[in-house]
């Protein structure tokens, strides 16, 4: 597998290596053909660099161990990354449809199109084979960072196809109107991956459930132990509650048992169950409450 061994911070030190030079791939892609829609591709590069940077930063916190402030961990601090590398494609977006309308009211005829395609599409293969390892990374580090810096990256791609294309029709027919048409289009595209960039990390802050796959996994667990109670005492389990935070996710849940069992042989089970669930699904750190069968824990859910 890519990545396999490699730190997670090597990859987004390899994107700000990479932010780098398509930088000056693009600026210099601009400079030779005068192209608004490859002026917006350049602007979105100082974007990536500034993410990546970010990334780097937070990662490296959200790797940092539980202390006595922050005992569940710094794993969320992934999700401040993708918010604010959301935000920055968001304003991205924003000053490249402002460039587009401009050139759109005063157009200016394009220069050494040629030449600007070519370094255009040099940088966007570097992206997209940049992005296409960090995201095998990021299924592999469980990393939200790693994740929405591959998918800006593959919004960078997008763009300079788009732009590729824009300016290939304004050869083809010479209506110089069809590069400020490209970047709007390019524009869009942007900022429609930046909210959602915002979004998903909203909702990671907000601690949202694991997903039904995951959620699937534990239920299979929990079933398991309770099909091989059944041939003697019965044990249950409710209030099943999870949370995501950055690679980790947490789950928690009261395991009911007969009153009679002794702590002993009732702490062994639910170390076996807690056991069983984390080995199910990667990341996962699971709590379990005993209680006596014939007792009901009240939770104030409103509280």
Known sequence: MAGKGVAPTFWLRLSVLVALLTIALKTAAWWVADSVALLSDALESFVNLAGALFAWRMLVVAQQPADADHPYGHHKAEYFSAGFEGILIVGAALGIMWSAAMRWVYPE?????????????LSSALNGGLAWRMR???????????????????TDVWTSAGVVVGLGLVLLTGWQWLDSLAAL?????????????????????????????????????LDGFTADALAAEVIRFDHIQSRHAGARCFVDMHMHMPGHWSL????????????????????LRASIQLLPSHVEAHIDDDA
């Open 185 to 221: 289009l390019v524009a869009g595209n942007i900022l429609r991956e930046g909210v959602r960039m915002v979004w998903r990390a909203s909702q990671g802050l907000m601690d949202q459930a694991m997903d039904e796959e995951q959620m699937a996994r534990v239920q299979r667990v």
């Open 264 to 283: 002993a042989r009732a702490a062994a089970l639910r170390t076996n169950v807690e056991q069983a669930l984390m080995d199910a699904v990667p990341g």
């Open 136 to 154: 095998v990374a990021a299924r592999q580090y469980r990393s939200m960072a790693l994740e929405a810096d591959a998918r800006h990256l593959m």
């Open 109 to 121: 005829p394009l220069q050494h199109v040629g030449l600007g395609v070519a370094l255009a599409v």
